[in-house]
């Protein structure tokens, strides 16, 4: 499966910029992992909007969600014009009812609930789910895909959190929010350092670890130099348009 970053700033877009979206493609399924604000736009650059099968949301805080309204207008002009002729499907937790009852314009997008105990299936993709801490409802996914048997782990937002291990196992890569710098009180604001999100890597025995949801102070090739001394794996930091291929 290919996971290509959409958007990685965490809070707010920076300059020509979008926060948090991932495009998940494997065969000729296409899964957006949040909607960040800006996400629309940039999604344009890879796909077309047609083309997008589902959407998955952690939360329903602004900068994972603010697009969400216009990707189903998206669908309305897609399917106005032929482009498209099935609904978009968006799925996000109902542990947030009102946050959850914003996700649906049929008949152009559809909401669906997912169970967090459960395990969603979109063509290729199997999804689970662990609850992160967080100021909001918020869940971790892990992404599995059959057609390589391989998967990752987005940890969405959270605070340093063991429960996040045992999602991780036999993952070849975590995409975790590093918001803050080594050091910083991320867990104040529910948030994970560079550090703690190394951590989290080296719990989880993933082989790469990928750097979203990045700050908007600092220098943020530092995240990786102090995520390096907690994880032996490889450390990259989020850009737009990096493509991840786990095969
Ligand atoms: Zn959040
Ligand atoms: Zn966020």
Known sequence: MKITVIGYWGGYPGPDGATSAYLLEEEDV??????????????????????????????????????????????????????????LKIYGHTGDPEGFQRLGKEPYAIAEAYDPAGVLTIGPFTFTFQETSHPAVCY??????????????????????KKLVPLMKGSELLIAEASFYDGQEAEKYGHMTSSEAARLAAAGEVEK???????????????????EKHFSGEVALAYEGLENEIK
């Open 30 to 87: 296409k899964v957006l992992l949040d909607c960040g604000s800006g996400a629309v736009s940039k999604l344009q650059k890879y796909i077309e909007t047609a083309d997008l099968d589902a959407l998955i949301l952690t939360h329903y805080h602004h900068d994972h969600v603010a697009d969400v309204g216009v990707l189903q207008y998206s669908r309305v002009v897609d399917m106005n014009l032929e482009r498209s002729t099935r609904p």
């Open 140 to 161: 971790a996914i892990k992404v599995e895909s059959s057609v390589s048997g391989k998967s990752f782990v987005y940890t969405g937002d959270t605070t340093y959190n």
């Open 209 to 227: 670890l990928l750097l979203s949801h990045l700050p908007h102070f600092g220098e943020h090739k530092d995240l990786v130099t102090e995520a």
